[in-house]
């Protein structure tokens, strides 16, 4: 009877053991499955929330450009140069217990040469009003967020994902009549001018803008003319859309129907015709622009 006290000693301090490995097991697979599920699910879900967050500041931050460029040419020559911030990354993701997800870069570029508009005798496309150029676009790397590109051309604000393309923001043609009825017609031409560049790193980049001319011209046509404004263009469509909205949010006021006007696009740019204009005034301004770190 007193040999068996000595094994079951043993056998209790042997249980025990067992007992305590099986639970360092048990917890290291608990430790690791909820590892695994952060890893798998909530590194990629604050990844993406931070991802979509960095692609509305860059939202934001290219409608400041336009707005800017619009305030030096109301302003004049002038008007002294304006300096925009652009961020360039998503920022680290949050961390828990010690997985966090790597921040998302960006390229920022100025193309002083891209994005050719042009405005011209529809009949005779020698006969040119104005010639505006020059794209700065920002686009994401998102890892987990739908990838962007956010522009700036021609006066206007686009957002392209993929193959298709949204206005924020641009500068409508005007349209009125006179006493007679006759058509009138207003556009605005852009040029950005300065050395072509990219950027792409971490933390923030600028955008640097000054207006160096503006003016505005009328031309009369005592014979109707028929206008085109054509471009080459990655956002065709963006650009269709919105100059069909543009026409028909001047219906009322003009009495445009769709005898006036025709638009047609494709993947590298747009036409859009105005038929029978009386008169054309074109406000052409150049901008001095620099993309820097």
């Known amino acids: 009877m007193r040999q068996d006290r000595p094994v079951r000693a043993r056998w209790a301090r042997d249980r025990g053991g067992i007992a305590g490995s099986v639970t ?3 917890f290291v697979i608990i430790i690791t499955t909820v590892l695994a599920g952060v890893a798998l699910y909530y590194v990629p879900s604050w ?5 979509a967050e ?4 860059v939202a934001n931050q290219f409608q400041s450009v336009r707005d800017g460029i619009e305030d030096q040419i109301d302003q004049g020559e002038g008007a002294g140069s304006l300096y925009y911030h652009i961020v ?3 920022g680290t993701t949050s961390s828990f217990l010690g997985i966090q997800g790597e921040p998302s870069k960006g390229t920022l570029s100025l193309d002083s040469s891209g994005s050719v508009f042009e405005l011209h005798d529809a009949d005779n496309v020698s006969d040119v009003f104005g010639i505006g150029r020059g794209r700065i676009s920002f686009q994401s790397r998102n890892s987990y967020y739908v990838d962007q590109e956010h522009i700036y051309e ?4 686009i957002v392209r994902q993929g193959t298709c393309s949204t206005f924020r ?8 009549r006179d006493g007679n009825g006759a058509l009138n017609v207003h556009f605005s031409i852009y040029a950005l001018y300065g050395d072509s560049a990219q950027i792409t790193g971490t933390g923030s980049a600028g955008i640097e803008t000054r207006v160096v001319h503006t003016e505005e011209t009328v031309i009369p ?3 109707n003319r028929n206008i085109t404004f054509n471009a080459s263009t990655t956002c065709g469509d963006g650009w269709a859309s919105w100059l069909t909205d543009s026409v028909l949010s001047a219906s009322a006021s003009a009495n445009l129907t769709s005898s006036n006007y025709s638009v047609s696009w494709s993947a590298t740019g747009f036409t859009f015709n105005i038929y029978s204009v009386s008169q054309l005034t074109v406000r052409f301004s150049v901008v001095e622009t620099r993309v820097s770190k």
Not at 47 to 51: V, Y
Not at 154 to 157: F, H
Request: net charge negative; charged share 25%.
């Open 24 to 26: 360092a097991v048990l």
């Open 47 to 51: 990844s993406k929330d931070a991802e």
């Open 54 to 57: 960095h692609m509305n500041k």
């Open 88 to 90: 360039m990354t998503s």
């Open 154 to 157: 021609q006066g206007a604000v």
């Open 169 to 176: 923001e641009g500068s409508e043609p005007r349209f009125s």
């Open 221 to 223: 046509f005592p014979s």
